[in-house]
Nanobody
Framework: QVQLVESGGGSVQAGGSLRLSCAGS????????MGWFRQAPGKEREGVAS?????????YADSVKGRFTISQDNNAKNMVYLQMNRLKPEDSAMYYC?????????????????????WGQGTQVTVSS
């Protein structure tokens, strides 16, 4: 099991930017996939972006393509980031960092919450119009 701690959430006006950070415990680097998910009140948790560690393939939900970027710290492989630009009110949600259960990740499951076994507590993002 890995521990994950998110930071960087906050309130911003539409069009603004935020950068979320996820600090994982020492064994995070052993997980093949890391991802960012979000959940708004009354809605299901949805995949936003994910990264295949080392191979550095990235995947994005259609709603955030071209605006969000997921990355990994090459030196501190237990750090994953989500740069969010041109934010919209519909991006408002609790954002969670997650690590997939051990083992390779298939492309079709990279944004599926069911593939991920370890979750942070979340960080709130609020975008006002």
């Amino acid at each position: 099991q890995v521990q994950l701690v998110e930071s960087g959430g906050g309130s911003v006006q539409a069009g603004g930017s935020l950068r979320l950070s996820c600090a994982g415990s020492e064994y995070t680097y052993r997980r093949y996939c890391m991802g960012w998910f979000r959940q708004a009140p009354g809605k299901e948790r949805e995949g936003v972006a994910s990264i295949y560690i080392d191979a550095s393939s990235t995947y994005y939900a259609d709603s955030v393509k071209g605006r969000f970027t997921i990355s990994q710290d090459n030196n501190a492989k237990n750090m994953v980031y989500l740069q969010m630009n041109r934010l919209k009110p519909e991006d408002s949600a609790m954002y969670y960092c997650a690590a997939a259960a051990p083992g390779p990740c298939w492309t079709y499951e990279m944004l599926s919450p069911e593939r991920y076994s370890d979750w942070g507590q979340g960080t709130q993002v609020t975008v006002s119009s």
